[in-house]
């Protein structure tokens, strides 16, 4: 009996190291920024965005929100063509500049808030983890452009 228990429990020692062994490497798999997003577009509801700290006032969590689905796609389109690995805090804190940045908040009404902070080489998602890029920089042209259009209506 003594002999069947202790095989019983290193199978299933042998079974949780196979488990987050496996885990481990797909968490830090490369993959689409989108998937890492998880935006939930069948229940959107709104999307905060920020491009520049300084024009957000003490009040305000983000420079402008919408609730316009079509802003959203639109920002999740551009984000698409992105892949991203996930690093750990100590090296997103070196790749960690001065570089330009801007914060997004999906709010879903069925799924939890999706926020997240991109610079051009490094990706904060809260909650979630540090990522670099992969095939960047990201275009932080395009985001200025994006953000003043979307500011504008």
């Given at each position: 009996?003594?002999?069947r228990?202790r ?11 196979i488990f987050f ?7 830090y ?10 935006y939930h ?10 491009n ?7 009040d305000q ?10 802003s959203?796609d639109?920002?999740i ?5 992105y892949?991203v690995?996930?690093i ?6 070196e ?9 997004f908040a999906?709010r879903?009404?069925?799924a ?6 991109v610079?051009?080489?490094v990706?904060?998602?809260y909650?979630e ?6 095939n960047?920089p ?8 994006y ?7």
């Open positions: 009996m003594k002999g228990t095989s019983y429990v290193i199978i299933a020692i042998i079974i949780l190291v062994s496996l885990k481990t490497l797909n968490d798999r490369e993959k689409n920024l989108v998937d890492v997003i998880r577009p069948e229940d959107y509801q709104s999307l905060g965005f920020t520049d700290r300084g024009n957000v006032s003490s969590v983000y420079e402008w929100w919408s609730d316009d689905k079509e959203a639109e920002l389109e551009f984000l698409r063509q892949r690995k996930k750990k805090y100590e090296k997103f804190e790749r960690l500049t001065k570089e330009e940045s801007f914060e999906f879903h009404s069925n939890n808030p999706v926020t997240g902070m610079m051009e080489n990706i904060h998602m909650n983890g540090y990522y670099e890029v992969v960047g990201v275009d932080m042209e395009w985001i200025e452009e953000s003043e259009t979307q500011e504008q209506e």
